[in-house]
């Protein structure tokens, strides 16, 4: 197919080489026009603009940083896009501008898709993230083909893009609720004296034998939290898209509110960059523990 | 080993079936005697009294419903039991209870040893339960053979009884935290016209593949609320231990405050014998949604 | 009217004192007997047990410090109290003593009446306290000319003594979740480089110009947390009693729950014998201010 | 005083006219002229461009709805405006806005003012609201001749406009958590068979003689939401404001995210309308009342 790709962070640069691996005729941008090199070698064509990139393009693939990037790149990518062609959005945004971006593009016959990706970079040059589409069903009918070189499992989430960033975000706040539980929780068992890892072999070896709490209960048992994986301002931003998206349908969300309380704390005493799973030493602070 | 078993409810019968099973030497009591038939039919002495199955024991366990009945039949255990004889508590108890029995059994010469265990009675029948017993580190030793024939794991969590409570309200915990966030969640992604079933297979394929999120997010996505596992009644006793832990320790929980205040509209509003997951009914109304 | 009054500490000494400058033929007791020797002076007559306190009089009021204190004294005077005459508690506790407590005058044929009072023992003295009784209509209404000597302001809250309980326990919470409100409004205004003390004019001269916001607001402002009215550690115990009165009757109380956590961080972190508006460094703490 | 103001809702105008009554020389704007007769009557001039009404001004006010309205003019006054004069923002907005407007005009050498107000238009019409200004000293110097005539006591706030802001918003939110607090009481009380209105009594008759306690428990006591003073949707908008400030200052609320989840379960269920004391509804609610 031919695909135009914009943003090439390392997601992004991992799932274009996906889509070049699986035969697909790609024209890739970067701002920073040295992410491509790579790229370029193994036979991408790097486009000069937004616009080259798009045109004549069936399917254009962004994956930028946030809203405001979108933002920035819709418009040239709308200029530019067939009639027809679909835009397909795989960053992780928030629900008010997919519906601007929607907006946009229906008003020009264009497609558009959300569909945010949930696995990390080395998932990703692996071909096992996973993609939750949210789309008119024809143009997620023809991603499929690019889905299934880019990804393990692809999850539909309806017809309208915003339902894939509640999936998302929905996603990622389980991983922030459960970060929280278990700050919560090694800090109370701390204070009967119990070994922090051995707490974690009781949970982890029964209900919770899952990623999210065998490697943030094993950051916490250890207090990793300076190899960030992902930090604390990072995780405060995300929560930010989170409350905008239960404001915007309504919906009240007090365990988001306790964890995003304490990523505030964490940022007030100067953990801005450690893994978000600090939250945990500011609990353990709280119950007296860790001065 | 000489062992005495006092309380064969569900879990009990299997647990003491193990012991037998395992070639030891059992004398079971429980109130009602009927409950003791299955395990006499298969070598098992059943007793008269709580004092008989303790005389001349090495280990008595006590596998009683609450604090309440651990308070009762301590004082018989206590009175019948040998100087340097352990008492096991393998009930789901309160730190305060543990530290009255615990002290209880100090004067008299007694060991006690808390051991809770996680599973339910399927997994007790066929010896896969996880134990954690906290208690004097000679009597842990001791009790090795008979974790070994009754569990498949064994989490020892530090030399004070309390300790082990703490442990087992912690994991509690996580997955009451886990259910609420669940249906926070649920909740968002419904008003985003996303298909439960559908978030409910983007997690569970991923960073959640765990029975905690599968058993609940299963009834949730399903709305399978009346087949109770653990009732919405049973779940709220369970959180007075977790408060009361935390208070004698100095421990704010407001995770555990989130999904206890929910588990109390869920009373008030006629769930109580529902299975616990009903929170998300819950936290589906204040959204708007499932009037 | 013949009184007995059983409990005399700072309140208790206050309250009999102005039924004893009411005229009323006053019957004291306390454990320990120095306590009641200003009263002896002015007439009152010193009992040497809560029995021959409560003998032939016609009401008998308690002014204990908690439910147990309630407890223990009860037996001596529901046995030594006549048929048809009323015990008033008039101390601050939980609704399921009240409810036992009750249970056990009704089987004896006397009267129960809970009625809780609002003040300090400086408004005490000069009978300015508010009275909060509720019980058995005729009870309430025999016992005006004594709350009318005691009080300023008698606020009858149904038949059920439990409802005084509810009353007095509200009002209470409503303190507390000031100060919390107080606590995190501080600290943002802070944070945005404004006085405390020109941040406290402002509400205390509007919506706020009650003593709830003046006193605990002007504590903040100044951080005269060392100088404790009302002590973190009775403040914590007090929440216990309004938990409970929630769990009773299935009311959620997320306000509650979150000054409730603030309290436990103050208490983890030795402020236990602060004035509970310590409350508001914790919050600042969280926001990086105080440390 | 040279004085522009622009925008005549209910406070605009009631504030323009005490500025008029003080002798001051005024002009004005509003987007929709007939707004300005009455004040054209009494001797203002009304301006046809917000140009118009900065040229030549010392001291120009804006009092518009919210952050959109103060971006979309300030353009226009910084254009307009001479060196040296000052633009007092007196409408209710975030920190983050403030931040921009007060570069916006420090580049041009103008200077700016927040102040925001406390009180409703009757209060304002009668010269009794309370004023809140932030900025250089001097120009809040300048401006004490001009909140004499409008308010009856000025509160400075510091030297940073956001600061102004803070305090506002920190008032607001003491509102919201006194409103959310009353509703979790009256359910308590409700649920134990008491009056309401008893203790409505009570808790305005002691330490929360106060109006936010009066107005707002009054409505509540007598369910009276229909009468919207303020509404649901407002109140959410005004928790937006709050919830900024708490993030870009690093703040965590925990109270304030517990009646934002309130104010969004009565939007979801049909209460955006009324008055937002409404919150108590929701509470009675989810504890089983009201339904």
Redesign the interface.
Known sequence: MKVGFIGLGRMGQAMAARLLGGGHDLVVYNRSRDKAAELEKNGAKVAGSIAEACKGREVVISMVSDDKALTDVVKEISGALDKGAIHVAMGTHG?HVLREVDAVHGKLGQKFVASPV??RPEAAAAGQI?I?P?GPADAIEKLAPLNAVMGR?T??????P??A???K???N???G??I???G??????R?????PA??Y???T?????????K?YGNIIAKELYSQAGFTTALA?KDT?L??A???A??????????????L??A????DENCDWAVMAR??A????LDK
């Open positions: 629900v949930l696995g996973n939750v949210a499992r999850f539909p989430a309806g017809t309208k915003e339902g960033a509640a999936v975000l929905g996603n706040m389980l991983i609720c459960a929280e539980a278990m919560e929780a090694f800090s109370l068992v204070k009967y004296g119990v070994d051995a707490f072999e009781v949970f070896d029964g209900l919770f034998s899952a990623p999210a709490y490697v405060l930010g989170m409350l998206a239960g404001l349908a309504n919906v009240p969300l007090p365990s988001l509110s306790v964890y995003r309380d304490r505030l704390a940022m007030a005493n100067g500011h609990q602070r709280a119950a007296g």
